[in-house]
């Protein structure tokens, strides 16, 4: 069974930082791209950063470029997300996705594997 468990999340002050980690289990993700989504109470699931297969294509949302990183360990099957100088709307809930492609993809209908989410909460 794949699984994808997303963790680090917690509660910050504004300018603060996180380090979110997606560990894979079930099967190896080294030959597919990997993302970061997030969701809350008052929009859609949207992108946040995106990561590919060989790691040389990253991609980024408008709001998460310059203060947040992505990055994979392939040795541990994970996808990390490096967020620095957190603002309260970056509160959500943060999903790690896998898609079977090599490439990101900005859309999470192309993401066929979810992780349940960690939340995230930045206060002011």
């Known amino acids: 069974q794949v699984r994808l468990v997303e963790s680090g999340g917690g509660k910050v002050q504004a300018g603060g930082s996180l380090m979110l980690s997606c560990a894979a289990s079930?099967?190896?993700?080294?030959?597919?791209?990997m993302a970061w989504f997030r969701q809350n109470t008052e929009k859609e699931r949207e992108f946040v950063g995106g990561?590919?297969?060989?790691?040389?294509?990253?991609n980024y949302s408008d709001s998460a470029r310059g203060r947040f990183v992505i990055g994979r360990d392939y040795a541990k099957n994970t996808v990390w997300l490096q967020m620095n100088s957190l603002k309260p709307e970056d509160t959500a809930v943060y999903y790690c996705?896998?898609?079977?492609?090599?490439?990101?993809?900005?859309?999470?209908?192309?993401?066929?594997?979810w992780g349940e989410g960690t939340q995230v909460t930045v206060s002011s």
């Open positions: 990561i590919s297969w060989d790691a040389h294509t990253t």
């Open positions: 079930g099967r190896r993700f080294n030959d597919n791209a």
């Open positions: 996705a896998a898609r079977r492609s090599a490439v990101v993809s900005l859309r999470q209908g192309d993401y066929m594997y």
